[in-house]
């Protein structure tokens, strides 16, 4: 079982910056060879894949976030960030953390990040 809590959220305004982080606790070394994402989901649209990050540092990056968000991961403080920075209202949503190792999956609760003047 693995427990994620993701922080950093909150209101910025557009051309800002925020980090999020999210912290596992298990107690199988799951989060040290499991591939971490951050996902998000604005109302009234599907969750999305925003970045994602592979044990050994491979990331992979939605089109829409390429350059400004940054995915980053310390196995030695099971946490893995997104560093987001020229945040537009468009990156308003729920952002979640997940952590996957092959058929296991799971979910942090969200954090939300409203981007508006």
């Known amino acids: 079982q693995v427990q994620l809590v993701e922080s950093g959220g909150g209101l910025v305004q557009p051309g800002g910056s925020l980090r999020l982080s999210c912290a596992a606790s298990?107690?199988?070394?799951?989060?040290?060879?499991?591939?971490m994402g951050w996902y998000r989901q604005a109302p009234g649209k599907q969750r999305e894949l925003v970045a994602a990050i592979t044990s050994g540092g491979t990331t992979n990056y939605a089109d829409s976030v390429k350059g400004r968000f940054t995915i980053s991961r310390d196995n030695a403080k099971n946490t893995v960030y997104l560093q987001m920075n020229s945040l537009k209202p468009e990156d308003t949503a729920v952002y979640y953390c997940?952590?996957?190792?092959?058929?296991?999956?799971?979910w942090g609760q969200g954090t939300q990040v409203t981007v508006s003047s």
């Open positions: 997940n952590c996957a190792l092959r058929s296991l999956s799971y």
């Open positions: 298990e107690n199988r070394n799951i989060f040290s060879v499991s591939i």
